[in-house]
């Protein structure tokens, strides 16, 4: 079988180092990622979690409020709170 010849340029036959670059490239910021957190709740913790979130979602005109986010909420909170009063509650769950 006969081969053709390649006559003309071919895209392949370029070749470019970054050190000859003149073309400048955007960095992107990478996004943290999400990690997965698991954790246990009594039937009593799931309990007060539902009704938090379904007392959220009867305030919620347009968006449908998730647990999750409830949550994420009550981080956001707790980290303003002073230790003591995380403290007093921890003591009222265990106790």
Do not use: C, W
């Not at 000859?20 to 007060?48: H, M």
């Not at 007392?55 to 003591?84: C, F, Q, W």
């Amino acid at each position: 079988m006969a081969k053709k010849k390649i006559t003309g340029q071919s895209k392949l036959a370029k070749t470019s180092s970054p050190d000859d670059s003149s073309e400048n490239l955007k960095l992107v910021a990478r996004k943290s990622q999400l990690q997965p957190t698991s954790f246990r709740l009594t039937p009593e913790d799931k309990e007060r979690l539902k009704s938090i979130t379904s007392e959220v979602n009867e305030l919620s005109p347009h968006k449908k409020i998730s647990e999750t986010m409830v949550i994420k909420a009550l981080l956001y909170t707790g980290r303003k709170m002073k230790p003591e009063r995380v403290i007093k509650a921890i003591r009222e769950v265990i106790l």
